[in-house]
């Protein structure tokens, strides 16, 4: 299963700019990839995007893009244009199955605050 | 198109009670899984079932019990609440595979308070 990292204890971005939140993972498995979810202060978790390690490209979702750096083990979440409906808690995840034997660990969460 | 669906939303209990906390979806999904989430941290995992009949510990089983009763239902059941197990618990369900597709649909949520 892979480590996930979340350091950047809390992120503040303007209103309209782009924010970079970052996610490390540590793992030799090959067949990684990792999942992004947002969590707004209702408490729902909502799927925004899947980076694959065989993917071509990065992942691009409407105002969301992953930027997967292979040799750092990154995929940092790209939001575009920030809107104040984005200010919530970020989460990263490893999509493990049970054929790979995974916790489905999650990283420990960012919080983003989007000022008007 | 109901999704994952758990039940009850708010809890009180007491030291020494028990319960139980259910869970269904209707996405024909093969794993679900059971996690908890503190204040201000992420979520951690509790238990979970990679398919029909088979049940796992994830991070944090210690004072819980799991049940999978059939392919939609998968219960949470504290047999001795301790106030440590006071938080938010979230059920989530998938298809299982290790690949894009193995994308967590969440419940809303269960707070539950252990006085």
């Known amino acids: 299963a892979q480590k996930i990292t979340q350091t950047q204890p809390g992120m503040f971005v303007q209103e309209k700019e782009a924010v970079t939140l970052d996610c490390t993972y540590d793992t030799s498995d090959p067949s990684y990839g990792l999942f992004w979810y947002k969590q707004p202060s209702s408490g729902e978790m909502i799927f925004l995007i899947y980076q694959g390690s065989y993917d071509q490209q990065n992942a691009t979702e409407g105002r969301y893009s992953l930027n997967f750096q292979k040799a750092r083990k990154s995929a940092n979440l790209v939001i575009s244009a920030s809107q104040l409906g984005d200010s919530a808690m970020y989460f990263c995840l490893d999509p493990g199955g049970p054929g790979a034997n995974s916790k489905l660990t999650f990283g420990k969460g960012i919080t983003l605050s989007v000022r008007p | 198109n109901a999704g994952v669906t758990q039940t009850p939303k708010f809890q009180v209990l007491k030291t020494g009670q028990s319960m139980t906390l259910q869970c269904a979806q209707d996405?024909?999904?093969?794993?679900m899984y059971w996690y908890r989430q503190d204040p201000g941290m992420g979520l951690r995992l509790i238990y979970y079932s990679a398919s029909e009949g088979t049940t796992d510990k994830g991070e944090v089983p210690n004072g819980y019990n799991v049940s999978r009763l059939n392919k939609r239902e998968f219960s949470l059941r504290l047999e001795s609440a301790a106030p440590s197990q006071t938080s938010v618990y979230f059920c989530a369900s998938s298809f299982g595979t290790r690949s894009g597709a193995n994308v967590l649909t969440f419940g809303a949520g269960s707070r539950l308070t252990v006085l």
């Open positions: 996405m024909n999904h093969n794993s």
